[in-house]
């Protein structure tokens, strides 16, 4: 049979084009940038770390019962408003100083004139005159 050789493919390259006119290195890298970002995420949400220390981990250990105990002894602390008063704030003492009237000049002459507030408008209407 003088039936002519079959033709051998074309070998794989780098440059070959494999899927949707993308070449062979192109989707290896958009695949391995997949893998990546997985790999990536998994790890912020599962919270994968490298293996630590013997010492490292009774440092984690005591840094937990210590803030384990200092959050149970904040819990028994009163309020602040318990304590102490708070600057600023109103006791009853306060509020009284608050209601009595505070002396001017004026007022202290008027007083000791005895005039009112209705002086004034004598001394409009005798002016006037």
């Not at 493919?9 to 890298?29: A, N």
């Not at 819990?75 to 008063?85: K, R």
């Amino acid at each position: 049979t003088t039936e002519p050789p079959r033709k051998k493919p074309d070998p794989v390259t780098s440059e070959t084009v494999v899927i949707w006119g993308l070449r062979l290195w192109q989707v290896v890298g958009i695949f391995a940038i997949f893998v990546l970002a997985v790999i990536i995420t998994l790890c912020c949400i599962f919270k994968c770390r490298i293996p630590r220390t013997k010492k490292e981990i009774e440092a984690r250990y005591a840094q937990r019962q210590a803030a384990k105990s200092y959050a149970d002894k904040l819990d028994t602390v009163p309020p602040l408003s318990e304590l102490t008063e708070i600057p600023g704030g109103t006791s009853p003492q306060v509020a009284e100083e608050k209601k009595e009237e505070v002396p001017t000049v004026s007022g202290k002459v008027d007083k000791a004139q005895g005039k009112k507030d209705g002086s004034k408008s004598t001394k409009k209407k005798d002016g006037e005159k």
